[in-house]
T-cell receptor, first 114, second 112 residues
Framework: GAGVSQSPRYKVAKRGQDVALRCDPI?????LFWYQQALGQGPEFLTY????????KSGLPSDRFFAERPEGSVSTLKIQRTQQEDSAVYLC????????????FGNGTRLTVT | AQSVTQPDIHITVSEGASLELRCNYS??????LFWYVQSPGQGLQLLLK??????LVQGIKGFEAEFKRSQSSFNLRKPSVHWSDAAEYFC??????????FGAGTRLTVKP
């Protein structure tokens, strides 16, 4: 019965470091989404998985961003060579995958790049 | 291209007063519309959604929203605001979940 779990809650990285953000979706949810939320903005779509297949990665801002979901459950968003503009809250959401299934969001990971 | 506009960045209302948060969308086909609420440090929680049918939809926590095609609007309302309603509210439009686009949000402050 747990919701979407994201870790860590907070991450501070020096510019140039690599970071990995984890998302544990609700059990049985086939769809998983990553969003980036800059301060004072709404969430911006990054990428979407249906089970282990990454069906849409059009929102990833650069090739430094990479997401995976190898077994169709836990997902990891990796950012290589972090830049200050990567500072944001990264939200993960999951759903049953049926059309118009509601998204269930995690509490997010706040990334600060110094 | 689909987009969502929330004209009000910040709204302050007194506890017990009525509330209306505006949302306008731009989409070429029948839109699917959502309102989410985000408390500080929390993820987004779905308040309500409109797919088709009755243009007045009821949500959780006493919220409702009305879809008006002629005005391309989906405004959120509550008759009497509680202090616990203070949060950030996001309107979103999507033909399906992986294309969900969010507005920039409206921050609600509730005065005692």
């Amino acid at each position: 019965g747990a919701g979407v779990s994201q870790s860590p809650r907070y991450k501070v990285a020096k510019r140039g470091q690599d970071v990995a953000l984890r998302c544990d979706p609700i059990s049985g949810h086939v769809s998983l989404f990553w969003y980036q939320q800059a301060l004072g903005q709404g969430p911006e779509f990054l990428t979407y998985f249906q089970n282990e297949a990454q069906l849409d990665k059009s929102g990833l801002p650069s090739d430094r961003f990479f997401a995976e979901r190898p077994e169709g459950s836990v997902s990891t968003l990796k950012i290589q060579r972090t830049q200050q503009e990567d500072s944001a809250v990264y939200l993960c959401a999951s759903s049953l995958g049926e059309v118009h299934s509601p998204l269930h969001f995690g509490n997010g990971t706040r990334l600060t790049v110094t | 291209a689909q987009s969502v506009t929330q004209p009000d960045i910040h709204i302050t209302v007194s506890e017990g007063a009525s509330l209306e948060l505006r949302c306008n969308y731009s989409y070429g086909a029948t839109p699917y519309l959502f309102w989410y609420v985000q408390s500080p440090g929390q993820g987004l929680q779905l308040l309500l959604k409109y797919f088709s049918g009755d243009t007045l939809v009821q949500g959780i926590k006493g919220f409702e929203a009305e879809f008006k095609r002629s005005q391309s609007s989906f405004n959120l309302r509550k008759p009497s605001v509680h202090w616990s309603d203070a949060a950030e509210y996001f309107c979103a439009v999507a033909p399906n979940n992986n294309d969900m686009r969010f507005g920039a949000g409206t921050r609600l402050t509730v005065k005692p």
